[in-house]
């Protein structure tokens, strides 16, 4: 199993997470502080957002956790590089922490959760309409004459672009995540490389503009992944 500077990283961001998640356990309280009042604000938007696609407040409940603990992961993972020292830390030329989602393989584990999730999910409900939501096996299966071989060749057909857009929603979804956040790292560096003049206050627009689009991405993460599994 590969261990390197992202997974590492994304370690850490799951430490944080855990304490974060803990912490505003702990200061629950009756009647709610401003800090609260924002926990609470946060999980009502996403409870929200699932309620509306799901068409259930159970099916909302059952997936709401998940979706506010994986859009944490991947904002808190987007802003990492902003997160400071933690670029510094260095052993024998190579940092010890890198940005997880600039990593295609964090970004292609986290697509593989979520659509993985999504069928697990659609199996445990309804197994045999899920199955035939791929492939028609109804059809295939009642094949009685000559002349009914056709269309089962087209429901096999069409099975496996079925499959194929399976496939490519796990690669849509990793490499739109990893190509914005590598993209933002990559110019930044650049124009801070530039020269010595470009070091300091030149890459801050491009720093904020990163950071922005970082929430953004987060953000649409979190919708897709509600869209999926919903």
């Given amino acids: 199993i590969g261990f390197n500077s992202s997974v590492l990283a994304g370690l850490i961001i799951t430490l944080l997470i855990i304490i974060l998640s803990f ?3 702990k ?3 009756l009647v709610p502080g401003n800090f609260q009042s924002f926990i609470e ?8 957002q699932c309620v509306l696609s799901f068409g259930s407040q159970k099916k909302a409940k059952n997936f709401v956790s998940f979706i506010i603990t994986l859009f944490l992961f991947v904002l808190i993972s987007n802003q990492f590089s902003l997160i400071p020292l933690v670029q510094d830390i260095v ?5 010890v922490f890198t940005t997880p989602t600039a990593h295609l393989r964090q970004t292609l584990t986290l697509s593989l959760l979520v659509v993985g999730l999504s069928h697990i999910a659609a199996f445990y409900m309804h197994p045999i309409k899920h199955l035939n939501s791929i492939i ?5 299966f009642s094949i009685k004459k000559l002349s009914d071989l056709p269309n089962a060749l087209l429901q096999i057909f069409l099975g496996v672009l079925n499959l194929i857009g399976e496939i490519s929603k796990i690669i849509s979804l990793s490499a739109r995540l990893f190509g914005n956040i590598f993209a933002g790292q990559v110019v930044v560096a650049v124009i801070s490389g530039l020269s ?3 070091m300091f206050l030149v890459p801050i627009p491009f720093i904020v503009l990163s950071a922005f689009s970082g929430v953004i ?8 992944a509600i869209s999926f599994i919903s």
């Fill in 41 to 48: 604000l946060f999980v009502e938007f996403f409870y929200n």
């Fill in 27 to 29: 200061k629950l309280k």
């Fill in 91 to 95: 052993i024998d030329g190579k940092n």
């Fill in 136 to 140: 028609d096996f109804k059809k295939i």
């Fill in 217 to 224: 991405q987060a953000f649409v993460f979190a919708f897709l």
């Fill in 196 to 198: 010595l003049f470009t």
């Fill in 23 to 25: 912490v505003s356990y």
